[in-house]
């Protein structure tokens, strides 16, 4: 995980200062934005990708093909920015299309590896996102009105039932029992703020591992193989380090080679 994610969703020491740091709150604003934003880019995904398999059949709709491919990268893009309510944007890379003419493009882009993550995080996983969401958000909801409680239990009006003067929760409706159970919640508001942190990691991990271009098995490699070393691709490349002092020819030569340069 990055290092914004670790400081600006890190928990302090101290499990009681949770609630009243800034953590939960970033977490709420990332969580609660995903229903609306999420939702419409669930709706408008999907209707551009089933848009481009019915316009698939037919050979003169390539052009329209395209522009429902690009709508869901468009939609995936905005994803990834909202990241930055408690990390940076998520990068992206997609396959540049290298050849002329419609079909190239339509191959490139459709069978790009970077469209298909994008429709499985704006499509395939919206709904079990969006329920892990609302589950964090509604138990730090609660938790914030059974706290908040004594300052208005007092506008809530019962005739029957639980809640009424002869109910099994009758004694919430006055205000000793009011105060007892914002006590109760007051303790318990750490653990529904550790919970919406864990949410709000998991989801951020999720969308990062989707949308963010795949790395590369053989980075490492290819990274000694261009660096300077007895190992570089790049004929005459200079090694790296510090230059003896020049001798009495004006020469300098390589540390621990000897060589002239």
């Keep these: 995980m990055s290092r914004a994610v670790l400081s600006r969703l890190r928990p302090p020491a101290s499990l009681i200062r949770l609630p009243w740091s800034a953590a939960p709150w970033l977490a709420v604003g990332y969580l609660a934005s995903y229903p609306l934003v999420g939702g419409a880019l669930f709706a408008v995904s999907t209707a551009a990708a089933v848009s481009g398999v019915v316009l698939s059949q037919f050979t003169v709709t390539l052009p329209l093909i395209i522009g429902s491919v690009w709508v869901v990268r468009s939609c995936a893009q905005v994803e990834r920015g909202r990241a930055t309510l408690v990390d940076r944007p998520i990068p992206y890379r997609y396959s540049e299309v290298t050849e002329a003419g419609l079909p190239a493009h339509l191959v490139t882009r459709c069978t790009d590896p970077a469209f298909a993550r994008d429709c499985a995080y704006l499509i395939l996983l919206f709904p079990p996102l969006l329920i892990l969401d609302l589950f964090a958000l509604l138990v730090w909801l609660v938790s914030l009105g059974c706290v908040t409680l004594p300052l ?9 039932g639980p809640m009424g003067p002869d109910g099994a929760l009758g004694r919430l409706h006055t205000l000793p029992g009011a105060v007892v159970l914002a006590v109760v919640a007051l303790a318990l508001l750490p653990f529904a703020a550790r919970l919406l942190l864990a949410t709000a990691r998991l989801h951020l991990t999720v969308a990062q591992a989707v949308l963010r271009p795949p790395r590369d098995p053989l980075a490492q490699a290819k990274g000694v ?17 510090a230059l003896t002092e020049p001798t009495e020819n004006g020469e300098s030569h390589e540390p621990n080679t000897g060589r002239v340069i």
């Design 225 to 241: 193989l261009g660096g300077p070393g007895p190992l570089s691709t790049l004929p005459g490349a200079r090694r790296a380090g």
């Design 152 to 160: 208005w239990y007092w506008a809530v009006e019962v005739s029957g």
